[in-house]
């Protein structure tokens, strides 16, 4: 009989807008890690945690809280475009993520935002 893995975890390497980037997704039992780096190292470790009161759609809003790096607002932006929908998929779990990014355009965000989902283990 084959043992299942502990933790469940993919990663993925693709030039995203010129940039070499590494994504790794690991499902935890109580949350979700993401890594995305354009600079081979962690970054900035943000925390992305639904809120109980939900919007007026019926989902939950996301609060971000950079844990350790710097913290501004543009980090708060990324953050929660980058993994607003795997918080939302994932059964509103909350996610921590580590990213480095060289691109923070919109465009860049987006496509980030589709290598992580080719890595998807929640």
Not at 3 to 26: D, M, N, W, Y
Request: charged residues 20%.
């Amino acid at each position: 009989m084959e043992a299942s893995p502990i933790l469940t975890s993919k990663q993925r390497e693709e030039v995203v807008h010129g940039f070499p980037t590494e994504v790794v997704c690991t499902a935890f039992s109580n949350s979700i890690l993401v890594l995305v780096t354009q600079y081979g190292k962690m970054g900035t470790i943000v925390y992305v945690h639904p809120n109980t009161i939900g919007d007026n759609v019926g989902r939950p809003s996301l609060t971000t809280k950079v844990l350790l790096g710097e913290d501004e607002p543009l980090i708060h932006v990324c953050a929660k475009n980058l993994v607003a929908f795997v918080s939302e998929e994932a059964g509103n779990k909350p996610v921590v993520l580590a990213m480095a990014l060289k691109d923070k355009t919109m465009e860049g965000i987006q496509a980030l935002r589709e290598v992580i989902r080719s890595c998807q283990v929640w």
